[in-house]
């Protein structure tokens, strides 16, 4: 079966297709979201997801988050003092999102499509197949995130033309896409966004207004302490949706702080956010050729979108409610379990025709000449502009610029900057021309870009008709059978938990971490029972251990 999996920056999950549409695929831990959390102690035990979220506040040097941001970047992540790139962690979180998969659909999973962000360049999209790979999965298809949330919402009840915008504010990343439904063809007319803006910002945003009420500041505060304020700031921002004020208390050096923050006092403070907001989503309908007005239904997702702070806001903006019939954090995923029906034509699946945008730009080093005469070298001639839809084939001529010229170099070049240098370089070609008086002679470049990232690069001369060709395939970095199985080898020293271990060491886990931030009686409780939970383990009585388990459980649900 191939599955759908949303890979995201703060959660992870996949889904399948059934008969009744597409479903989420619980996790060990009977959950649906799985946080892109890995952790690795000395020995080499690996701890995806929930547990590895609470083995930040006792071991912070084991845990890495948010690794997404650096997928494709030569970053690395030091975990107990291991090395690992983000694709590496990335093949963990899908390593374990495999594992349970095959678990609860009884079947082995080599197949998935994966969604990434729409702005992810060629590169970053590269990395999430190495990743994939490594977790042992063929990836059937990369899908844009917004591609995916308008399938999951345009497959089942869009009879009529229709224009979305795609809001989708994750932990980390911001997209916005606007699509247009025309006669069964979903086409993503423009993409836009912020690598660096999500909800983490807003929950930063809570812990400033914090520190302020309390008189400190984030310097101030012990590694452990910033994870925890972080931790409450993140619980107190998600309760904002019920509550007009929220209460944040925390442990700063054995003395508990308390502040009171009202929703109004935070919506204030978050202003700058929302501003910033509002350029991806102008800069996307005017490069669609859009009004505000002409979109017909504004799709929220990501978890982020959950805010009533941003809620509130898109509905002022758009002067509309936008469309939550979805989980938002579950959209992506089952959109990617229906691509995945579509790629297995099941006949349940009406077939819908995706095209993508180019999300960057590609173009071309050229020289550029004034007015005056002075040459200027080393600068950008786009040729398939960011937002094209793909399939595209664009053609430009360039002459040359000195007397004499015997060849024409191209430089195949993706980026957004106005200088060769500041983009990325993906292949070169030459042709030679005949010498003649500079700007006689010429070359025309055509690229052509489809949809599976193939890009073509054909330069012919215009005076000869010579011609060469170049292709740069998306999968060009795509790792040997041989490559994959070594860092398979590599990282096989990795040992993922058993559920029922990694269930008992979750609690254990946030036992530890709720005795470390408690004080008095409330500590002695959590003490007593963690110590006869460890006892029970010990003795083996399986009626003993899951009677402790749940009473520790209640009591830990209680406190916090
Ligand atoms: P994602 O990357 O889509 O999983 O989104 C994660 C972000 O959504 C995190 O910053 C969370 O704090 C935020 N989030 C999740 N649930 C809520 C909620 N109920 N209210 C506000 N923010 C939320």
């Given at each position: 079966m191939v599955i759908g999996i949303d890979?995201?920056?703060t959660n992870s999950l996949a889904a399948y297709f059934t008969e009744d549409g597409p479903k989420i695929i619980p996790n060990r831990?009977?959950?649906n979201l799985t946080p892109s959390a890995v952790s690795v102690d000395p020995e080499g035990n690996v701890y995806v997801g929930e547990t590895a979220i609470e083995r930040q506040s006792l071991y912070p040097d084991s845990v890495a988050r948010t690794f997404k941001r650096s997928m494709g970047t030569d970053r690395e992540y030091v975990l107990s003092g291991r090395h690992f790139r983000s694709e590496e962690l990335s093949s963990m979180v899908l390593r374990v999102l495999k594992e349970d998969a095959e678990h609860f659909l009884g079947e082995e999973v080599t197949e998935a499509v994966i969604s990434v962000p729409a702005y992810f360049d060629d590169k970053r999209r590269k990395a999430t197949k190495k990743a994939a790979e490594i977790a042992g999965l063929k990836v059937e298809r990369l899908i844009s995130e917004p591609t995916a949330a308008a399938v999951a919402y345009g497959l089942?009840?869009?009879t009529k033309d229709t224009r979305f915008l795609v809001f989708d504010l994750g932990g980390g990343t911001f997209d916005v896409s606007v699509l247009e439904l025309y006669h069964n063809i979903l086409e993503v007319r423009a993409v836009a966004g912020d690598?660096?803006?999500?909800g983490e910002d807003f929950t930063r945003v809570l812990e400033k207004l914090f520190l302020q009420k309390c008189k400190?500041?984030?310097?101030?505060?012990s590694e452990k302490e910033q994870v925890r304020l972080n931790r409450q700031a993140e619980k107190a921002k998600c309760s904002f949706s019920d509550n007009a004020s929220v209460k944040m208390s925390f442990l700063y050096r054995d003395q508990t702080v308390e502040q009171e923050i009202t929703l109004k006092e935070y919506e204030s403070a978050c202003e700058e956010l929302l501003d910033k907001i509002k350029e991806p989503v102008k800069k996307s309908l005017s490069d669609a050729g859009l009004?505000?007005?002409?979109?017909?239904e504004v799709i929220l997702i990501g978890?982020?979108?959950?805010?009533s702070v941003v809620r509130d806001f898109l509905i002022r903006l758009f002067r509309k409610f936008p469309d939550t019939s979805l989980n938002p954090d579950e959209t992506v995923a089952l959109g990617a379990a229906v691509q995945a029906a579509m790629k297995e034509r099941r006949e349940e699946v009406k077939e819908i025709i995706l095209t993508d945008v180019c999300s960057f730009t590609l173009g071309t080093e050229v020289v550029v000449e004034y007015e005056d005469g002075k040459f200027e070298d080393g600068r950008f001639c786009p040729?398939?502009?960011?937002?094209?839809?793909?399939?595209a084939s664009h053609t430009e001529r360039l002459y040359t610029v000195?007397?004499?010229?015997e060849k024409v170099r191209v430089r195949v070049l993706q980026g957004e900057?106005?200088?060769?240098?500041n983009n990325l370089f993906l292949g070169e070609l030459e042709m030679v021309v005949p010498k003649g008086?500079?700007?006689k002679e010429a070359v025309d470049v055509t690229y052509t870009y489809d949809i599976n990232s193939l890009l073509e690069v054909v330069v012919t001369a215009?005076?000869?008709?010579f011609s060469q060709s170049l292709i740069i395939k998306g999968?060009?970095?795509?790792?040997t059978d041989e490559e994959i199985r070594e860092r398979m080898q590599e990282l096989s020293f990795l040992k993922i938990q058993p559920k029922d271990i990694e269930e008992n060491r979750l609690l254990f886990l946030r036992a530890e971490r709720k005795y470390e931030e408690s004080l008095g009686e409330e500590r002695k409780r959590i003490d007593y029972y963690l110590t006869s939970f460890e006892a029970a383990l010990e003795r083996g009585d399986k009626d003993e251990i899951e009677e402790l388990r749940a009473k520790l459980l209640s009591i830990l649900d209680e406190e916090e």
């Open positions: 890979l995201g920056t831990l009977g959950k089942y009840d869009k690598n660096y803006l999500g400190l500041t984030m310097s101030e505060l009004k505000l007005s002409d979109v017909d978890g982020a979108t959950k805010l040729i398939i502009e960011r937002n094209t839809v793909i399939p000195r007397d004499n010229q900057s106005r200088f060769a240098k008086p500079k700007g215009v005076s000869t008709g999968e060009e970095n795509q790792m």
